[in-house]
């Protein structure tokens, strides 16, 4: 059993999963206990097929394990439905991925003021959350912005603030920097660092660049499925 400071937000007994490809199956995971409370930044390393997908996919409902359980603020996600997994992603966990997955056509500002238009936030409220989001990031000049006008860093730096907009109690970010180069991947840890410390917030990165590693209080290392010792 892995374990981070003292209250609990995700816990994961057990857990496995495994895919069918063809006619044979491939495992993904395999019996990992994990232990992490909130207010924490968590690295979870290894080369690339070592689980470290697989499992934040499985901590953030986008997907079900084939054997063990999951819980996550006292919540057993194996016993909400779609539906109700969709509204807890909606509320309690914000995503960053390796690809940006930025709107175009949408400025800076109104990229991550989306999640609160689609909860139906208006007003000053929602605006002020926004301002407050691209500050943390150190991007409020770039409000107006559309993605093709910033680097690779920047554009990261606004899918952050998407995923911090709407006050999730857990960000999880999958390869963030797999896109970026070194000094940049820099900036990026040192900005969840800053959000553990300041926003009061969760972060789990999955990552397979050694820089995570200054940055995070704990890490994970995963080979083959499992967590190694």
């Known amino acids: 059993m892995v374990t981070a400071m003292t209250e609990t937000l995700i816990r994961t007994v057990d857990l496995g999963r495994t895919y069918r490809v063809g006619s044979s199956e491939v495992q993904a995971l395999a019996s990992v ?40 603020a006292g919540q057993p996600l194996g016993t909400l439905s779609e539906s109700e997994l969709t509204e807890l992603r909606r509320r309690d966990i914000g995503f960053v991925f390796q690809s940006f997955a930025l709107l175009s056509t949408l400025s800076t500002f109104d990229n991550v003021a989306l999640p609160l238009r689609i909860v139906g936030m208006t007003g000053r409220e929602r ?42 109690q857990l960000i999880l970010a999958d390869e963030p920097t797999g896109d970026l180069d070194s000094e940049t991947a820099r900036r990026i840890f040192a900005l969840f660092r800053r959000l553990v410390d300041d926003e009061d917030v969760t972060v789990v990165v999955a990552s397979h660049d050694p820089l995570v590693e200054e940055y995070a209080d704990l890490t994970v290392p995963l080979r083959d499925g499992r967590i190694e010792a």
């Open 33 to 72: 206990d994990l232990s992490v409370s909130s207010g924490v930044f968590l690295a979870v390393t290894g080369r690339s097929g070592s689980g470290k997908t697989t499992l934040l996919n499985l901590i953030g409902g986008l997907d079900r394990p084939t054997s063990g359980e999951i819980t996550l």
């Open 127 to 168: 605006d002020a959350r926004v301002r407050h989001c691209l500050a943390l990031v150190g991007l409020a000049e770039w409000a107006s912005h559309r993605p093709y006008q910033l680097s690779g860093g920047q554009q990261q730096r606004v899918t952050i603030a998407r995923a911090l907009v709407h006050e999730p």
